[in-house]
């Protein structure tokens, strides 16, 4: 196994290839606990939903997701959409990287794409919520933590200065 990927949004067209239903397998073998059980949110019909509705839906809150590939198989996914509760934020969701491709930037690239995707989707000030159990990730992006009751809970803005990208094996970008 090479260790080059491509990322790019998840389409329509990738149906036929089941890459929606390869998503989902990501995301559940990424989450999986030790106990070989799944988070509800994790669990196949509402997450397929999910994605099947993220690519297929005409609503204009509807989650995107871009995928890693590698030799064209799903290897990893993220997940963000406009955030509900106003017209100037967006949400991040759905990170995952199939255990055998972690720790080689795969994560991080899918990050940064959907940051990129934000600021070409979005506006210059809109806020940018995820929910980590890595805050640290998202602190040297330049994310700050929410509040003291829940350090998980992470902002970012549209427009914040981010270091530069580490080089990976990306071949292309979404
Ligand atoms: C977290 C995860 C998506 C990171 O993917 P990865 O390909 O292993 O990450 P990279 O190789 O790009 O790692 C670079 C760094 O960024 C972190 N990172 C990358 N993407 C991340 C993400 N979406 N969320 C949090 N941390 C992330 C990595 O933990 C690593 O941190 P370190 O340098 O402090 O060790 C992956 O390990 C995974 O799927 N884990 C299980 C599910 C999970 O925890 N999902 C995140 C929910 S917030």
């Known amino acids: 196994m090479g260790d080059a990927f491509t990322v790019r949004p998840l389409v329509m ?12 397998e990501v995301i559940q073998a990424a989450h999986r606990r ?18 099947y509705d993220g690519v297929y839906s005409v609503i204009r809150d509807r989650a995107r997701f871009l995928v890693a590939l590698a ?6 996914v993220g997940g963000y959409r406009p955030a509900w509760c106003s017209g100037h934020g967006w949400e991040l969701a759905y990170g995952a990287v199939l255990p055998a491709w972690q720790g080689i930037g795969v994560g991080m690239a899918l990050l940064r794409a959907r940051l990129d995707a934000i ?11 995820a929910r ?14 929410v509040s003291v009751s829940d350090p998980l ?6 427009g914040m200065s981010m270091p530069a990208a580490q080089p990976v094996e990306v071949r292309a970008s979404a």
Request: proline share 6%; charged share 20%; net charge negative.
């Open 119 to 129: 600021a070409q989707a979005g506006s210059t000030g809109d806020f940018i919520i």
């Open 13 to 24: 067209a990738d149906a036929p290839a089941r890459l929606h239903e390869q998503v989902v």
């Open 71 to 76: 030799d064209g198989a799903v290897i990893g």
């Open 34 to 51: 030790s106990d070989g059980t799944l988070p509800e949110r994790f669990l196949s019909p509402a997450l397929f939903d999910q994605v």
């Open 153 to 158: 809970l992470l902002v970012g803005t549209v």
């Open 132 to 145: 980590s159990g890595r805050p640290s990730t998202f602190i040297r992006l330049g994310f700050r933590q």
